[in-house]
């Protein structure tokens, strides 16, 4: 009896003290995340780093950023969609998006879920390197199917496609007349410590992914594609002219200049990925060109060793789409990817996208000094990885010039060009573009000299070939990674590792176990970042 009035009293209780401890426990846990959130701030402080938006408010909508985080839209396609108009326009463009969808959903499924979701739409690739559609949509048709899209299963992730630029840098300074090629050395290739090697890339194919490559004399061309959308895809010529100096840096042969202006690796096959025109690179194009660039040529692809690729946007965060086609490439045909880090310095966090990815050799640029050039993107990315992993010449580069390109046109109004003989002119530009492919071309020789190089194999070798910039502080290797790549000390380490290397090199790991590269360990030696 007297347990059973003593019941409703024991349920009580009960009650009560589940309704105080949620409310203690909500408190408890909020309290730990914000003080969570202000150590790891006050870590990077001394980057002075700012963000736009404190998100760790005590105001903060939690409701809102949990609704986001689930959300299968991506915030670019988010953002864009929230800047429509209310009513739909007649003559509103179709948006590019890419849909990721989970990795077992085959090709034809991914079409019969399109089809079954979309009314008016244009599928411009159906990718085989990453389980993704790249696609044509009317963006109010996509918002109206926004809640079907949120509960289909397959679908992981849907992005809108960004636009990436390939920067470079002009000297403005008026000329009289065509600068004289006596007073302007190819000091590049020595500072890299490229010259009269045994090796210059004869046999190693690198893809350049960028405006297209003129067919300059000094150039050997052995494939090419167009991805841009709404061209012609014979159509590869470089209407730019990044391009065509990209490749002239990596394996220009410098007939046209009476060997004058060589690339680092003149023996190369070049391959001619065009990805974008004077409007930029779109991120679907990109994947698209790294697919074709990386799959063997049995397979339909160009059968790349190395892809270069002097072009970037955004901040450096790691970009779903184009990090995930690297990766797999990287994982199925033991591609060597190189980006430019970007123009963005001076300043902590001025990195860029795909050069962030951590499957990328990411390259700043020096001067004729051995100084950090000032418009040289700094690390780390906003994932706490080394960037740029390491420096190369990028100053007043001399390489090969795109006959009645964008660039051509501004270089000859004010003399700033090379005036060789027929269709063989050359010209000076600055940039991590074109650092980049000086590293390209490095990797080249190294990939000759030992066949069986794996990418990581690869990154280890030029970061502890690389020597120091002058005056290097403490904190300068979030500025300048392992410092200037030199090809005959990379080369020189690759050979101490082993007396038949190209048997051992399979067995080094190509995946990092961690973020950064803190414990990735080769014979004798451990990688520092």
Request: zero cysteines; hydrophobic letters at 35%; charged letters at 20%.
């Amino acid at each position: 009896m007297r347990k059973s009035r003593n019941a409703p009293l024991l349920f009580f209780i009960i009650v009560i003290s589940i309704q105080v401890i949620s409310v203690l426990g909500f408190g408890i846990f909020e309290s730990n995340y914000l003080i969570r959130s202000q150590i790891d701030n006050s870590n990077i402080e001394f980057l002075n780093f700012n963000p736009s938006k404190n998100i760790y408010s005590n105001d903060i909508d939690t409701t809102s950023i949990l609704n986001k985080k689930m959300s299968k839209f991506d915030d670019s396609i988010r953002d864009f969609l929230n800047t429509l108009p209310d009513f739909p326009q007649d003559n509103h463009k179709n948006i590019k998006i890419i849909i990721l969808f989970k990795e077992l959903t085959n090709k034809a499924l991914r079409l019969d879920l399109v089809s079954s979701i979309f009314e008016n739409y244009n599928i411009l690739s159906n990718y085989d390197l990453i389980s993704g559609i790249y696609m044509e949509v009317n963006p109010y048709e996509l918002l109206s199917k926004e809640s079907i899209l949120e509960g289909m299963f397959d679908i992981k992730r849907i992005y809108k496609s960004k636009i990436l630029e390939s920067p470079y840098i002009l000297d403005d300074s008026l000329q009289l007349s065509a600068l004289d090629e006596n007073l302007y050395s190819n000091w590049w290739v020595e500072a890299v410590g490229a010259e009269n090697l045994p090796y210059n890339g004869s046999g190693i194919k690198v893809a350049v992914i960028d405006t297209g490559i003129y067919n300059h004399p000094g150039l050997n061309i052995v494939a090419n594609r167009n991805f841009v959308g709404n061209e012609s895809p014979s159509k590869y010529n470089d209407d730019v002219g990044h391009g065509t100096h990209v490749a002239g840096i990596v394996g220009g042969n410098g007939s046209g200049s009476q060997g004058l202006y060589k690339g680092i690796a003149p023996g190369v096959s070049l391959i001619n990925a065009r990805a974008g025109n004077n409007s930029g690179l779109e991120e679907g194009d990109i994947v698209r060109a790294i697919e074709w660039s990386s799959k063997p040529i049995g397979s339909g692809g160009a059968g790349a060793d190395i892809i270069s690729m002097s072009f970037g946007g955004g901040s450096p965060y790691i970009s779903d789409v184009i990090t995930k086609a690297i990766s797999n490439a990287k994982r199925d045909y033991n591609v060597i990817f190189v980006a430019a880090a970007g123009n963005s310095g001076p300043g902590y966090f001025t990195g860029s996208t795909p050069a962030s990815g951590i499957d990328v050799i990411s390259v700043g640029a020096t001067d004729n000094d051995d100084d950090l050039a000032s418009f040289s993107s700094w690390g780390p990315t906003f994932q706490y990885l080394g960037y740029p992993d390491v420096l190369a010449p990028g100053v007043n580069i001399i390489s090969a010039e795109a006959k009645d390109s964008t660039i051509s046109k501004k270089e000859r109004y004010i003399g700033n060009y090379f005036d060789f003989s027929g269709d063989a002119d050359y010209i000076p530009l600055s940039g991590t573009s074109m650092a980049t492919p000086v590293v390209s071309g490095a990797l080249a020789i190294l990939k000759e000299a030992y066949p069986y190089l794996t990418p990581e194999t690869a990154r280890i070798a030029l970061l502890e070939g690389a020597r120091k910039i002058p005056y290097q502080t403490e904190d300068d290797t979030l500025k300048s990674g392992a410092g200037i790549i030199n090809v005959s000390a990379s080369l020189s380490y690759l050979n101490s590792l082993s007396a038949d290397y190209n048997d051992t090199a399979k067995l080094f790991p190509d995946i990092l176990p961690v973020k950064p590269y803190d414990l990735l360990h080769f014979p004798g030696d451990h990688q520092k970042f």
